[in-house]
């Protein structure tokens, strides 16, 4: 398909993350008639033995502190009746961990809406010690070289296919396998059969896709007539699209709020949809924490006129509950709240450092597949639900490689971000420099735009501030997000 990378198969890993890419094409100048032109954009990355010693899962030596042995096996699996209850079930943690996160947020509104309520020194300054926290962080990164926020040797390239397809899916998981085979030859038979020195094939290669691609991968990895990629590949679909997904599907299912809510002060129904079905879950950002302060607020405000005292987080809660009992639409808004946090919440699994949080995400994806079940999500059940199965058998090198270095990525602030979203600002930042709208050449300045590096674009005028505040300029659309660049050694296609 291109040119491999190279890998040394004792102490190197090798993982890739892919996506769509698409631009619009526009026949004989007609805007009537556009069409879109696929490309999907790849990032292999090799991760250093230096990387795996610091994760914990190698020695100074090179050898593996961890099992690569599967945890248990299918039959096993499949012989116990409850499985599927463990496995995909809520547990008591999950609820303990939502019920903080309503807590918090009803923390939050009772003080900012009941502010003057309060004796003098009671009331606490949480969000404006976030905002001061993270403000300071990141100009304290501001000076920090790109290069050092990497996570490992990385290259990027663009082909011309659409990752729809399952001939384009199976040509990457093809080359994936290529990489293992061509480090295999590399160093040539080994002598020592107890004593396996191929870390790659050990441990595997990794994929990570969205939603409908990684469906395709794993069809491919389990059918029968496959049976070399088994073992050998593992597939992961992103967060950053689960979170997405679960948006929309919150917006199938709460028509009613969009509607009457939002279009309260959405004035055109254009602008309600753009939030209901959102391309990207950062345009609910700003729009959850405001919903969650209205809704709360408004209930602690009603509670004090009521009992002329400030409710409790507890007392808020039950109240709120007795209202819904009573009146539907209520418990509607309330219903719609709780999924709110959940989506809140796996958010917050990608802000804990240095890695992200999984527990706490695989927590919201257990709690997701409910509203995917009520809104026929079935490909996000079937991943989800074939995920969890493949953990639970996953060895405990891969596990800890997976939490390290594939549920996210470094971006250029040095916080954490969802993998797939990492390839989805490097998308965006191409774009930047060559539009929108297929025309002739496209390919060859895609090509160019990935051979720049930090020190073209500081040639250029974009000095790294720049870049990381999102003020150059650009050919594409903005929204109010930053813009995230990192920079990556090119190789190009063979």
Same mark, same amino acid.
């Given at each position: 398909?291109?040119?491999?990378?190279?890998?040394?198969?004792?102490?190197?890993?090798?993982?890739?993350? $892919?996506?769509?890419?698409?631009?619009?094409?526009?026949?004989?100048?007609?805007?009537?008639?556009?069409?879109?032109?696929?490309?999907?954009?790849?990032?292999?990355?090799?991760?250093?033995?230096?990387?795996?010693?610091?994760? !914990?899962?190698?020695?100074?030596?090179?050898?593996?502190?961890?099992?690569?042995?599967?945890?248990?096996?299918?039959?096993?699996?499949?012989?116990?009746? !409850?499985?599927?209850?463990?496995?995909? @079930?809520?547990?008591?943690?999950?609820?303990?961990?939502?019920?903080?996160?309503? @807590?918090?947020?009803?923390?939050?509104?009772?003080?900012?809406?009941?502010?003057?309520?309060?004796? +003098?020194?009671?009331?606490?300054?949480?969000?404006? &010690?976030?905002?001061?926290?993270?403000?300071?962080?990141?100009?304290?990164?501001?000076?920090? +070289?790109? %290069?050092?926020?990497?996570?490992?040797?990385?290259?990027?390239?663009?082909?011309?296919?659409?990752?729809?397809?399952?001939?384009?899916?199976?040509?990457?998981?093809?080359?994936?396998?290529?990489?293992?085979?061509?480090?295999?030859?590399?160093?040539? =038979?080994?002598?020592?059969?107890?004593? +396996?020195?191929?870390?790659?094939?050990?441990?595997?290669?990794?994929?990570?896709?969205?939603?409908?691609?990684?469906?395709?991968?794993?069809?491919?990895?389990?059918?029968?007539?496959?049976?070399?990629?088994?073992?050998?590949?593992?597939?992961?679909?992103?967060?950053?699209?689960?979170?997405?997904?679960?948006?929309? @599907?919150? !917006?199938?299912?709460?028509?009613?709020?969009?509607?009457?809510?939002?279009?309260?002060?959405?004035?055109?129904?254009?602008?309600?949809?753009?939030?209901?079905? =959102? $391309?990207?879950?950062?345009?609910?950002?700003?729009?959850?924490?405001?919903?969650?302060?209205?809704?709360?607020?408004?209930?602690?405000? *009603?509670? *004090?006129?009521?009992?002329?005292?400030?409710?409790?987080?507890?007392?808020?809660?039950?109240?709120?509950? %007795?209202?819904?009992?009573?009146? +539907?639409?209520? !418990?509607?808004?309330?219903?719609?709240?709780?999924?709110?946090?959940?989506?809140?919440?796996?958010?917050?699994?990608?802000?804990?450092? =240095?890695?992200?949080?999984?527990?706490?995400?695989?927590?919201?994806?257990?709690? &997701?597949?409910?509203?995917?079940?009520?809104?026929?999500?079935?490909?996000?059940?079937?991943?989800?639900?074939?995920?969890?199965? %493949?953990?639970?058998?996953?060895?405990?090198?891969?596990?800890?490689?997976?939490?390290?270095?594939?549920?996210?990525?470094?971006?250029?602030? $040095?916080? =954490?971000?969802?993998?797939?979203?990492?390839?989805?600002?490097?998308?965006? *930042?191409?774009?930047?420099?060559?539009?929108?709208?297929?025309?002739?050449?496209?390919?060859?300045?895609?090509?160019?735009?990935?051979?720049?590096?930090?020190?073209?674009?500081?040639?250029?005028?974009?000095?790294?501030?720049?870049?990381?505040?999102?003020?150059?300029?650009?050919?594409?659309?903005?929204?109010?997000?930053?813009?995230?660049?990192?920079?990556?050694?090119?190789?190009?296609?063979?």
């Amino acid at each position: 398909m291109r040119r491999q990378v190279d890998i040394d198969p004792t102490c190197n890993l090798h993982f890739l993350i $892919g996506d769509n890419f698409g631009f619009k094409a526009i026949a004989n100048h007609d805007a009537s008639k556009i069409g879109t032109v696929q490309y999907t954009q790849l990032i292999d990355t090799v991760l250093s033995k230096e990387q795996l010693i610091s994760a !914990g899962i190698l020695d100074d030596d090179g050898n593996l502190l961890l099992s690569t042995e599967a945890s248990t096996t299918w039959g096993q699996l499949h012989n116990d009746e !409850g499985t599927a209850a463990r496995l995909t @079930a809520t547990t008591s943690k999950d609820h303990e961990a939502l019920t903080e996160c309503v @807590a918090e947020s009803m923390l939050t509104a009772i003080e900012d809406s009941l502010a003057g309520n309060f004796a +003098p020194g009671r009331r606490r300054r949480v969000r404006s &010690a976030r905002i001061s926290s993270r403000s300071t962080k990141v100009k304290a990164l501001r000076n920090t +070289p790109l %290069e050092d926020l990497n996570h490992g040797d990385l290259t990027a390239s663009i082909i011309k296919k659409d990752l729809a397809r399952t001939s384009t899916v199976k040509a990457i998981v093809d080359y994936v396998l290529a990489v293992q085979d061509k480090a295999l030859e590399r160093i040539g =038979p080994q002598p020592d059969a107890e004593k +396996p020195l191929m870390l790659q094939v050990q441990v595997g290669s990794m994929i990570i896709f969205h939603g409908q691609p990684s469906s395709h991968a794993q069809s491919l990895i389990v059918a029968q007539m496959h049976k070399k990629y088994r073992g050998r590949i593992h597939v992961f679909f992103g967060a950053f699209h689960t979170l997405m997904k679960m948006h929309n @599907a919150m !917006g199938k299912m709460f028509d009613y709020i969009f509607k009457v809510i939002y279009s309260s002060y959405r004035r055109t129904l254009n602008r309600v949809l753009w939030i209901q079905f =959102p $391309g990207d879950p950062r345009q609910l950002e700003q729009e959850f924490p405001e919903l969650l302060q209205a809704v709360y607020g408004s209930a602690a405000q *009603y509670f *004090y006129d009521k009992h002329k005292r400030v409710p409790s987080v507890s007392e808020l809660n039950e109240y709120m509950l %007795e209202r819904g009992k009573k009146y +539907p639409v209520v !418990g509607l808004i309330i219903l719609y709240c709780r999924f709110a946090e959940i989506a809140k919440m796996m958010k917050m699994s990608e802000r804990k450092e =240095p890695h992200g949080d999984t527990e706490l995400f695989f927590t919201t994806l257990r709690f &997701a597949l409910t509203i995917f079940t009520m809104t026929h999500k079935t490909d996000y059940l079937n991943l989800i639900s074939n995920f969890f199965v %493949e953990w639970e058998m996953t060895s405990p090198a891969l596990r800890a490689i997976y939490k390290s270095f594939i549920f996210t990525q470094t971006g250029p602030t $040095g916080a =954490p971000m969802f993998s797939d979203l990492f390839l989805e600002q490097h998308n965006r *930042y191409t774009r930047g420099d060559v539009g929108k709208v297929y025309t002739k050449g496209l390919d060859a300045k895609l090509e160019q735009s990935l051979k720049k590096n930090m020190i073209d674009r500081q040639e250029d005028g974009h000095t790294v501030e720049q870049l990381r505040v999102g003020k150059q300029t650009t050919k594409a659309s903005r929204s109010k997000t930053h813009i995230v660049t990192c920079y990556y050694r090119v190789e190009p296609d063979s």
